[in-house]
C-alpha cells in the first residue's frame, strides 16, 4: 500500500470490512501461510483468524499487500484453560497437600503440553492474525471486556486520524467455553451460568473514506459517534452491575465479551446500530454506526 499524505481528522472513519464466528469449532486452515504454525493454535486463535480473514474478505482486502500501513486493535477475553490441565498441573505441583513453588516450575510444569501456554496467551490470537495477513504496522492488545475492545475502536481512530495507518483491523475475540473462564463467570454477582457463555470472535476493518474510495473499496458503514468513560468505583464494594443494549438491530445470543459490538454489527439488517455498555469494571460505553 502506499504511504499517501496524512489524513486529514475531518476525514470521517468507514466500515469496509465485517468478519465474525459464533461457536467452535472453526477452521483457520484456509487462512493460514505457515501451516506448521497450526500446532501453536489454540482455539481463541482460530476463531480470531477465521474472523480476520472474513473481514479482509469483506472489504476486497484478502490478497492485498497491507505491511506497514496497517495495524491491528485487539481485545481478547480471560485466559482460557481446561479442567484437566489444571488438574494435572495442581497434582504435579503439591507436596504434603500444600502448593510447592520448586514442584510447581519443574513437576507440574512437565505434567502439561509444553505449547499449552501458546494457546492460552492473551498476545497470541494478536500474533497469529499478524503472520498470517501481513500486517505489520502498530498493534494494541487489551483484556478482557467490550470496555477494551471500545479503548481498541478509539486507538484505531485516532491512528487513523493522524495519518499513522491506512488501515485498521479492530477485534475482539473470547474462548469461553472451559473451566477457567465459566468458573470465573460462576463465581460474579449475579452469577453468569456457562450455558449462555459462547465462544466467539468478530473483527472490523476501518478505513478513512477517502483511502477506501481511492482503492476503490465499498463503503459499508460510518462509525458516527463514539463515547468511552470510565467512573472509578471501590474493589471491595459491590461492582457496577453489568447492562448492553442495541437499539435498532438484532442482539446478538448468548454472552460474548468483547466481541458483541463487532458480532452486531456483522448480524445487524437495518441501516442503523446504536450500542451502549456499562461494564463491571467501571467503563460506560457507547457507539452509533449508519451502515450501508
Given at each position: ?20 464466528v459464533l461457536?467452535a469449532?472453526?477452521d483457520?486452515r484456509p ?6 504454525n ?8 482460530d476463531l480470531?483468524?477465521v ?10 482486502l ?18 482460557p ?7 494435572s ?15 510447581f ?23 497469529h ?6 500486517l505489520?504496522?502498530p498493534?494494541?492488545v487489551?483484556y478482557?471486556?467490550?470496555?477494551q475492545?471500545y479503548q481498541?475502536l478509539e ?7 493522524s ?8 477485534g ?7 473451566f477457567?473462564?465459566?468458573h470465573?463467570?460462576a463465581r460474579?454477582s449475579?452469577?453468569?451460568a456457562a450455558?449462555?457463555?459462547v ?18 473499496g465499498?463503503?459499508r458503514g ?5 463515547e ?8 471491595f ?5 453489568f447492562?448492553e443494549?442495541?437499539?435498532?438491530g ?26 451502549e455498555?456499562?461494564t463491571r ?6 457507539s ?5
Amino acid at each position: 500500500m502506499d504511504e499517501g499524505p496524512r489524513t486529514d481528522a475531518a476525514d470521517s472513519v468507514v466500515l469496509t470490512g465485517l468478519g465474525h464466528v459464533l461457536g467452535a469449532p472453526c477452521d483457520p486452515r484456509p487462512f493460514l501461510r505457515v501451516r506448521k504454525n497450526r500446532k501453536f493454535m489454540g482455539l481463541q486463535d482460530d476463531l480470531a483468524v477465521v474472523a480476520a480473514g472474513r473481514a479482509l474478505e469483506s472489504a476486497g482486502l484478502a490478497d492485498a499487500a497491507l505491511g506497514e500501513r496497517a495495524g491491528l486493535y485487539l481485545a481478547v477475553g480471560y485466559i482460557p484453560f481446561e479442567r484437566a490441565d489444571i488438574d494435572s498441573l495442581m497434582e504435579g505441583s503439591l507436596s504434603d497437600g500444600r502448593l510447592s513453588m520448586k514442584l510447581f516450575s519443574t513437576t507440574g510444569y512437565n505434567a502439561i503440553n509444553p505449547l499449552l501456554t501458546f494457546r492460552c496467551l492473551s498476545n497470541m490470537p494478536a500474533f497469529h492474525i499478524s503472520v498470517n495477513f501481513d500486517l505489520q504496522g502498530p498493534y494494541f492488545v487489551t483484556y478482557p471486556g467490550i470496555g477494551q475492545f471500545y479503548q481498541a475502536l478509539e486507538l484505531a481512530r485516532a491512528a487513523l486520524a493522524s495519518g499513522e495507518v491506512n488501515i485498521a483491523l479492530v477485534g475482539a475475540v473470547a474462548a469461553q467455553r472451559n473451566f477457567l473462564v465459566e468458573h470465573h463467570h460462576a463465581r460474579l454477582s449475579p452469577p453468569v451460568a456457562a450455558d449462555t457463555l459462547v465462544d466467539v470472535a468478530g473483527c472490523l476493518v476501518l478505513e478513512t473514506e477517502s483511502h477506501a474510495r481511492k482503492r476503490g473499496g465499498t463503503v459499508r458503514g460510518r462509525l458516527e459517534k463514539h463515547e468511552l468513560a470510565y467512573n472509578p468505583f471501590d474493589p471491595f464494594e459491590q461492582p457496577p452491575e453489568f447492562h448492553e443494549q442495541f437499539d435498532n438491530g438484532e442482539h446478538p445470543p448468548g454472552e460474548l465479551g468483547p466481541a458483541s459490538l463487532a458480532v452486531a454489527l456483522g448480524l445487524n439488517p437495518s441501516t442503523t446500530l446504536r450500542h451502549e455498555a456499562q461494564t463491571r469494571d467501571g467503563f460506560r460505553v457507547a457507539s452509533e454506526w449508519e451502515l450501508a
